[in-house]
């Protein structure tokens, strides 16, 4: 189990936002087409559904722990988690009514704030209801490669599968050190094979919250050697002048068989949260949360990443600067006490 004592200190601490840069790909705004169709299909009523990633993910995985303890026991809601493309298939999702509760991150967060495409016409409005989780991304390869700095023209890259904000969040750090590549997509389960078979020559990996490998890592450090690519210094310098490109150090110390691994990498840190349309039910939200909160020792049980929400400072302390909360998660939190006058209310 997962030693909580000095985790929330550092947590915290962290900048709680970084505003992100503008611009887009043609296959996000595809996941975002007729938004406004067919709200209010997909479940119905008090049936919720949650979206956060792929199948393979940790990320999924324990939004299926959180779905399975809240269907136990909420009074007035069911639950259920699916698998989704990310982000941006997320918020579409939302919109055409085929999901209730979303995972989004920290650039399209801001691109809502801001109405910047692809979100300039969305036709309702999200507000936020919980932190999820901090996803610090690293670049791995299995060629003799240990810097950024070493990857060769044409190399083929996978910064995270399709098109999402991570994906472009990413793509514009890896734009400080390599000229030229092409980018692919490949699943995060078969970028292992895909280095095998010599199609893939980066691939991206995460360390959830700073702690947890996902199962689908441990496999690929046992089928190909994994070098984890490091930030040469005057990217890192670069990078930390970015708004929308969140850095920070990952310990490496914590984990083992990695063919090439420093100390100490430097992650672009992405800040994951849940949002839901503002018409939500009040009531099913408080609902939503409250037995979240009160079956939190049941709910860590199913994945090492829920452990956290034991802190009850956890479930706002990386929560988007200006995006408004759903009004019942403002009167839950306030009820908690982790309520900050800093935070936006959003409307009834």
Not at 140 to 160: F, H, K, M, Q, Y
Not at 297 to 322: A, C, F, G, I
Not at 324 to 346: C, K, L, Q, T
Request: proline share 4%; with cysteine.
């Amino acid at each position: 189990m997962v030693d909580d004592s000095n985790r929330m200190q550092e947590f915290t601490n962290r900048r709680t936002f970084l505003a992100a840069g503008v611009g887009t790909t043609a296959a996000m705004a595809g996941c975002l087409n007729s938004l406004d169709k067919s709200l209010g299909e997909g479940s119905d009523g008090s049936n919720l559904t949650i979206v956060t990633a792929a199948s393979e993910t940790g990320t999924y995985a324990a939004s299926q722990g959180i779905a399975a303890t809240v269907d136990k026991h909420a009074e007035q809601i069911t639950v259920e988690a699916q698998p989704s493309e990310g982000t941006e298939d997320n918020i579409g999702r939302l919109g055409r009514g085929e999901a209730d509760i979303g995972m989004i991150q920290h650039r399209s967060a801001q691109k809502i704030l801001n109405g910047q495409e692809p979100y300039g016409d969305l036709s309702y409005t999200p507000q936020q209801i919980f932190h999820y989780n901090d996803l610090p991304w690293l670049f791995v390869t299995n060629n003799d490669w240990t810097s950024l700095a070493d990857v060769e023209s044409g190399a083929r890259i996978s910064p995270t599968p399709g098109a999402s904000g991570t994906r472009e969040t990413l793509s514009e750090a890896l734009d400080t050190v390599v000229d030229d590549y092409e980018q692919i997509s490949v699943s995060y389960g078969e970028q292992a094979g895909a280095m095998q078979e010599g199609q893939l020559d980066v691939g991206a990996i995460t360390i959830s919250n700073f702690d947890f490998e996902a199962s689908w890592i441990q496999e690929m450090k046992q089928t190909v050697d994994t070098r984890v690519l490091e930030w040469p210094d005057s990217a890192v310098s670069e990078l930390e002048s970015k708004e929308g490109v969140p850095v920070e150090p990952v310990d490496m110390t914590k984990f083992d068989g990695y063919a090439h691994a420093p100390e100490e990498a430097m992650g672009i840190n992405i800040p994951y949260n849940f949002v839901v349309r503002s018409d939500l039910e009040y009531d099913h939200v408080y609902d939503f949360l409250e037995t979240m909160h009160e079956h939190r020792e049941e709910m860590k049980e199913d994945h090492p990443y829920l452990s956290y929400y034991m802190d009850d400072e956890w479930w706002t302390t990386r929560m988007y600067d200006e995006f408004p909360f759903h009004p019942a998660a403002a009167d839950f939190y306030e009820e908690i006490g982790v309520w900050s006058d800093e935070y936006v209310r959003g409307d009834e």
